[in-house]
């Protein structure tokens, strides 16, 4: 399966402040979102400070939903991102 390259920021940045990195799913239709976390923290993002969100456009009127648990929230919700795909 090859790689995928994924632009990233952080909050309040601008794309073109954007950082790349590479992605290596394991089914070449899809990756998961515990994959791209994994690409996430490999590129050296501390996801015990940052979280990551991807912006979810098809499903819902649009918005940024969550890979993974706040850390700062007392409990997390069903909409926390498990199980979460992205089309490729």
Same mark, same amino acid.
């Given at each position: $399966?090859?790689? $995928?390259? $994924?632009?990233?920021?952080?909050?309040?940045? %601008?794309?073109?402040?954007?950082?790349?990195?590479? #992605?290596?799913?394991? *089914?070449?239709?899809?990756?998961?979102?515990?994959? #791209?976390?994994?690409? @996430?923290?490999?590129?050296? $993002?501390?996801?015990?400070?940052?979280?990551?969100?991807?912006?979810?456009?098809?499903?819902?009127?649009?918005?940024? %939903?969550? @890979?993974?648990?706040?850390? *700062?929230?007392?409990?997390?919700?069903?909409?926390?991102?498990?199980?979460?795909?992205?089309? @490729?």
């Amino acid at each position: $399966v090859p790689p $995928v390259i $994924v632009r990233y920021m952080y909050d309040g940045g %601008l794309i073109g402040q954007g950082k790349l990195c590479w #992605l290596h799913p394991a *089914d070449s239709s899809a990756a998961t979102g515990a994959e #791209l976390a994994d690409a @996430l923290r490999e590129d050296g $993002v501390d996801l015990e400070k940052f979280y990551p969100c991807a912006y979810e456009w098809r499903d819902s009127s649009g918005g940024w %939903l969550s @890979l993974e648990p706040n850390p *700062d929230a007392a409990e997390t919700s069903v909409g926390d991102g498990k199980g979460v795909t992205f089309p @490729l």
